[in-house]
């Protein structure tokens, strides 16, 4: 199992790499001039060449990227052209909510989502079966960022229920574990929950509904297994594939949550990506970026282990 860990481990420096080179390319090429973000329009040609040379932005792309990597490596993600603030303080302030709201979503959509699928699985070809493809289609197929603005509608404006914006009462931006809080986070979680619910109900559908149809389950029922016994060993035989389909959706749903947290003005890493796009804020976008893509990379790595001690025919 050791082996296995440096070897997964070692699989993934490369990958890192390529993701740190693509997140660093991608925002460069993309049109628009950073320097408009913190000087006017009609700035002497002198204050542009000071600073774009105190950025850094006067050097070749690939002596930017080596650069922007040993200072990445330190840890210094450099500051913002938008604020001229360290990065860091605001940036781990938004992976937290975001994180918090991820874990939230994953919360309601994959218990909801292993129950639809396994019971769908298990009654194939049924009523039963067809709710919950109905139920899972739905999920998958609403913009979650309408949906937001209809719930929104419906329980903050309508009924008054929930608030609608924010992560605190106060606006601070800080989450804490008591109700004043937890009300923020309802709507945007619930929201963020459809789409991997959705996923996890057919793809376990289709995994619990092949185990049942092998030969193992009905040499199992013949020996007279009772039905505890049986889901038993459908359970494992499911995992790995629904934890690596779970892990990957807990992924999205920490980088793909901008739309909802535009929506309900959540002050995550979604936010920030929002903000730094619009500002043309490089540093921010590259710095956002990465730290998502990292935690995409270890979040696969961390399934692939556990993936492998699951089921010991992933360790050959």
């Given amino acids: 199992m050791i082996a296995t860990i440096f070897r997964r481990a070692l699989y993934s420096l490369p990958i890192a790499l390529a993701v740190s080179l693509f997140c660093f390319l991608l925002v460069h090429i993309a049109p628009g001039d950073p320097i408009n973000a913190i000087l006017p329009p009609d700035a002497p040609a002198d204050v542009i060449a000071q600073v774009k040379e105190s950025y850094g932005l006067d050097k070749p792309l690939p002596v930017q990227f080596g650069i922007w990597l040993f200072h990445i490596l330190q840890g210094d993600l450099g500051r913002s052209l938008a604020t001229g603030r360290d990065i860091w303080p605001d940036l781990h302030s938004a992976l937290t909510n975001t994180l918090v709201l991820a874990l939230a979503s994953a919360g309601i959509g994959f218990p909801l989502g292993i129950i639809f699928g396994s019971v769908a699985g298990a009654f194939r070809g049924t009523w039963i079966d067809r709710l919950a493809v109905g139920v899972a289609v739905a999920g998958v197929s609403v913009p979650h960022y309408w949906l937001g603005m209809v719930m929104v509608?419906?329980?903050?404006?309508l009924l008054n229920w929930l608030p609608s914006m924010g992560a605190s009462p106060d606006g601070s931006g800080v989450w804490a574990l008591d109700?004043?809080?937890l009300s923020h986070?309802?709507?945007?979680?619930?929201?963020?929950s459809v789409i991997p619910m959705g996923i996890v109900t057919r793809t376990l559908r289709g995994i619990v509904g092949d185990i049942l149809n092998q030969d193992f389950i009905t040499?199992?029922?013949?020996?007279?297994l009772m039905r505890g016994g049986l889901i038993l060993h459908v359970v494992k035989n499911a995992a790995p594939q629904a934890l690596a389909v779970?892990?990957?959706?807990?992924?999205y749903l920490m980088g793909g949550s901008i739309l909802v947290e535009t929506v309900f003005a959540w002050p995550g890493t979604g936010m920030l990506l929002n903000n730094?796009?619009?500002q043309?804020?490089?540093?921010?976008?590259?710095?956002?970026?990465?730290?998502?893509s990292?935690?995409?990379?270890?979040?696969?790595l961390a399934v692939d282990l556990a993936q492998a001690l699951l089921d010991p025919r992933m360790r050959r």
């Fill in 153 to 157: 509608v419906i329980f903050s404006v």
């Fill in 179 to 181: 109700w004043d809080h």
């Fill in 185 to 192: 986070i309802v709507l945007p979680a619930i929201t963020l």
């Fill in 219 to 224: 040499t199992l029922r013949g020996k007279g």
């Fill in 246 to 251: 779970m892990g990957l959706q807990l992924g």
């Fill in 276 to 278: 730094a796009i619009f």
């Fill in 280 to 292: 043309r804020d490089i540093p921010v976008l590259q710095s956002t970026i990465l730290v998502l």
């Fill in 294 to 300: 990292m935690f995409f990379v270890a979040l696969n």
